[in-house]
């Protein structure tokens, strides 16, 4: 039962483009959500998070968007740039609750 | 400023062998949280423990599997009797407080099961 989705497993953008990821989930319990960023041969990184208090959160090149009606949310990277190539994971949890459940993550290619 | 940390990084056992790894958290965190990651799969959570508890170990397999977090020293995440389908990487993440709050994550155990 995948209660994170992330249905595109792969993205490329030019250099200098909005970069647009999207993840679904399921389960309305969930009241926090955060995005990752994994390279290869290392551990995820934290990036952002938002709380399901807010429809937006913000942090440099990188905003999130939450939809709860559509239990969506979405992380956009402006402008892309080549080190953003990565692996990114949407993820959620609930007060209370002791799992973060990740998405399968997308990868994003960053063209120069 | 050490993160956390996990070794060893690479991991090769035959099948019906032990496998043992061990996860320092970052100074500070007393929430330890392992995830499992398959090849061209998402992080599946595994087990959380705090200091001598294992607070959820739903995502565990029942059999083979354990996790303990002792008072002194990391934590480890041991497998008995491996199967080539427990080959993948093991990531251990750290926290200050309960889940709802950012996890660090060390670099990963690749345990390849031959």
């Known amino acids: 039962d995948q209660q994170v989705k992330q249905n595109s497993p792969s993205l490329s953008v030019q250099e200098g483009r909005i970069s647009i990821l999207n993840c679904d989930y399921t389960?309305?319990?969930?009241?926090?959500f955060l995005w990752y960023k994994k390279y290869p041969a290392e551990g995820p990184t934290f990036l952002i998070s938002?709380?399901?208090?807010?429809d937006k959160n913000e942090d440099g090149r990188f905003t999130v968007f939450l939809n709860k009606s559509a239990k969506h949310l979405s992380l956009h990277i402006v402008p892309s740039q080549p080190g953003d190539s990565a692996v990114y994971f949407c993820?959620?949890?609930?007060?209370?609750?002791?799992?973060?459940?990740f998405g399968a993550g997308t990868r994003l290619f960053v063209k120069a | 400023n050490a993160g956390v940390m996990q070794n060893p990084r690479h991991l090769v056992r035959r099948r019906g062998q032990e496998a043992r790894l061990r996860c320092s958290p970052m100074?500070?965190?007393?929430?330890v949280y392992w995830y499992r990651q398959l090849p061209e799969e998402g992080l599946k959570f595994m087990v959380y423990?705090?200091?001598?508890?294992?607070?959820?170990e739903s995502g565990m397999p029942k059999e083979r599997f354990s996790a303990e977090f002792p008072k002194e020293g990391p934590s480890i995440l041991r497998i008995q009797q491996v199967v080539r389908g427990d080959s993948a990487a093991y990531f251990c993440?750290?926290?200050?407080?309960?889940?709802?709050?950012?996890?660090?994550f060390g670099p990963g155990t690749r345990l390849t099961v031959l």
């Open positions: 993440a750290s926290s200050r407080g309960r889940q709802d709050n950012e996890q660090f």
């Open positions: 389960n309305s319990m969930f009241d926090y």
């Open positions: 938002i709380s399901s208090i807010k």
């Open positions: 993820a959620a949890s609930y007060t209370g609750g002791f799992k973060t459940i």
């Open positions: 100074k500070g965190h007393s929430h």
């Open positions: 423990l705090q200091k001598e508890n294992i607070i959820d």
